[in-house]
Structures are given as structure tokens and as C-alpha cells.
């Protein structure tokens, strides 16, 4: 089947070289759409075909399946625009690196993101996670967001609720964030050294070193998911390619070979083991394809 060329089609891409945690089989089909209506009429294109979409930024906080996906994979995760600034505000495409825009706004002087330097995903992935790290988070930030959902392209305002720990109403496959507009502040002099406290925070206490989909679990009320993972003994609990960070125990990383149902297997081997022995539940911050 011809495709348009603003598709940017390939096929048979192992969704291993497309996420972070380097395990997956191969996807039918990936598009890597190179404008807002290029995107649209992709989402459009699998409708009509019938085919099962997923939607990836930099797919870092992804577990791919060992048996790939049988149809089509859009991959946001490269700007379309430079970020437009008014005043303390700025507008980013969803595609651009969040470490990148976080750097940037610290350098005009803005303060608001300098926590999220460092989280390896897209602005459009991090509103879709309302990602966070060091007591910043997204919902703090976004102000108005461009979807793209149930057919339509509109700019909305985001009200208290849209956003939650991990999680937000503008996440495919309720919608595709396309533009994130974050109202920020002028930097108090004090940006620059938190952004650099963060990112050293980050080298010390994370296995950057291997792959890995940042924290495995979400943070339990009450408890931090490495602190009750250690507590059981489980640092460095290995299955197959798969380890529970001797570094961090919240991160599993793939020290060589790891497919899916190895990780999948240590998930709940995690998940069994804390439970008997604390009473909590984890459950999984990583999303699935
Ligand atoms: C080493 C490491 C450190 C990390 N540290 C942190 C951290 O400190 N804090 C934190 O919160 N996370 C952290 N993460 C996890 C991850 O980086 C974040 O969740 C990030 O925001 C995901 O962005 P992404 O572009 O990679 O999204 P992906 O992983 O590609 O996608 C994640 C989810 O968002 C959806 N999505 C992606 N783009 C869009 C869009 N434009 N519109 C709608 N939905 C979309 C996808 O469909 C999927 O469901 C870390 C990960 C790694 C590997």
C-alpha cells in the first residue's frame, strides 16, 4: 500500500530500537508523522484501515510486547516547531525533548521545569503521565494543551483534576496531546542550581547506565516502591535478561537480552514478594503495547 510521504513510513521496526527498555518485537507498521495534519490524517488512514494504533513520544516508559504489534505505531518524538515564548509562557510542541525545553527555559530565565530536567521522554509524554521528579510536576505547569481526540483538533484550558499522579485525561488513547502551553515564572536566581542538583541527584542515585523504563512501580501511599523492594532482599533478583536494580531497587533494568516476558515475570515476582511481606500492592507505572 502507498502511503503519503508525510507519514514517514517504515515497516517492521522492532519496537526494541524504539523504547528505552530495548525489548519488543516488531511493529507492522511505524509512522512518524511530519506535521500536526499529517498526524491527524494518519489517526484517520488506521481508522479506515482498521488497524490497532498505539502512540509512542520516546518510549520511555514503555514494555513492549516479545510479540510485537500488529498495526500501526505513531512515534511523536521530534519537534515540529521551535517553543514559542510570550512573556513567562511558553508554547512547546509535544514532540520536543522535556529535558531540552527544561534547559532552554532555565537559559531565558524562567523557573517551573528546572525539576524536570532529566526525564528522558517528550512534552507530549510527560503531559500524558503528568511525569514528575523532585517535587515538580506537570500538572503544576500546564496550562493549555492541544488535543486531538474523538476527531477533533482544539486547544483546551486544564482544569484541577485533569492531571493525577502518573496519569492525566489527555493520554492516548483518549486523546494525542499536540502543543503544551506552560505558564512559568521569572527565575528567582535560584534555577539553574536546582536543575543542576537535580541532574545530579539523577547520576547518583539511578542506573542510567542500563536500559530501563525509569520506575517500575508507582509510589505507594504512605511508602516509597524501592524502599519496600529492598526491605524484601530483592535488589538484584535476576530473571533471564531482567534485574531489579542493585543501584535503585524501583528500577528493573534490562542488563543484557531481556525480553518482555522476563520483565513481565520479575513484575510480579516483585509484586507477589512485597505483597506477602509488607501488605502492599505495587502497581506498575509503565505502560504496555
Ligand atoms: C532513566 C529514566 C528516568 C525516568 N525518570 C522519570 C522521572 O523522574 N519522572 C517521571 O515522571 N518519569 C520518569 N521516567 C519515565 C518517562 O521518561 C516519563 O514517563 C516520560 O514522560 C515519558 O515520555 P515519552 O515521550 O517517553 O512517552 P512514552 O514512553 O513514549 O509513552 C508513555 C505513555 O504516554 C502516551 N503518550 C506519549 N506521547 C503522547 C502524546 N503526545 N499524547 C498523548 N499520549 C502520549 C503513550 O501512548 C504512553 O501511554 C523515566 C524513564 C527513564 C528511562
Redesign the pocket.
Known amino acids: 500500500m502507498e502511503l503519503p510521504e508525510s507519514f514517514g513510513a517504515e515497516r517492521n521496526i522492532p519496537l526494541s530500537e524504539l523504547t ?1 527498555f530495548r525489548v519488543g518485537g516488531a511493529a507492522r507498521l511505524v509512522l512518524r508523522p511530519n506535521s500536526y495534519e499529517a498526524i491527524r490524517d494518519a489517526v484517520e488512514f488506521a481508522a479506515r484501515r482498521n488497524l490497532p494504533l ?9 514494555l513492549a510486547s516479545d510479540h510485537g504489534f500488529d498495526g500501526c505505531v505513531i512515534r ?2 521530534t519537534p515540529l516547531h521551535d517553543p514559542i515564548y510570550h512573556g513567562t509562557t511558553v508554547i512547546a510542541c ?1 514532540g520536543t525533548s ?1 529535558t531540552a525545553l527544561s534547559r532552554e527555559t532555565v537559559k531565558r530565565g524562567l523557573m517551573g521545569m528546572e525539576c524536570l530536567c532529566g ?4 512534552v ?6 503528568n ?3 523532585y517535587g515538580g510536576e506537570i500538572r503544576q505547569i500546564l496550562k493549555r494543551i492541544r488535543v486531538l481526540r474523538n476527531g477533533r483538533d482544539e486547544w483546551v484550558s486544564v482544569s484541577d483534576g485533569d492531571l493525577g499522579y ?1 496519569k492525566s485525561v ?3 488513547p483518549n ?3 499536540l502543543e503544551a502551553e506552560f505558564e512559568l515564572k521569572e527565575d528567582d536566581g535560584t534555577a539553574a542550581e536546582t536543575m543542576q542538583r537535580c541532574m545530579e541527584k539523577r547520576r547518583e542515585k ?1 542506573p ?1 547506565d542500563l536500559p ?4 517500575t512501580f508507582k509510589r505507594p501511599e504512605g511508602h516509597f516502591a524501592g524502599a519496600l523492594i529492598d526491605q524484601c532482599g530483592l535488589k538484584g533478583y535476576t530473571i533471564g535478561g531482567a534485574q531489579v536494580s542493585e543501584k535503585h531497587a524501583g528500577f528493573i533494568v534490562n542488563i543484557g537480552g531481556a525480553t518482555e516476558s522476563d520483565i513481565s515475570s520479575l513484575i510480579e515476582h516483585v509484586q507477589r514478594t512485597v505483597m506477602e511481606r509488607t501488605g502492599v500492592m505495587l502497581e506498575p507505572e509503565i ?1 504496555r503495547i
Do not use: V, Y
Open positions: 528505552s498505539a502512540l509512542l513520544g520516546k518510549g520511555t516508559n514503555i511523536f518524538d509535544c522535556m526525564i528522558p521522554g517528550t507530549g509524554g510527560a503531559c500524558a503521565m511525569a514528575g521528579a502518573r489527555f493520554s492516548f486523546a494525542i496531546a539511578q542510567l530501563s523504563a525509569g520506575s505502560k
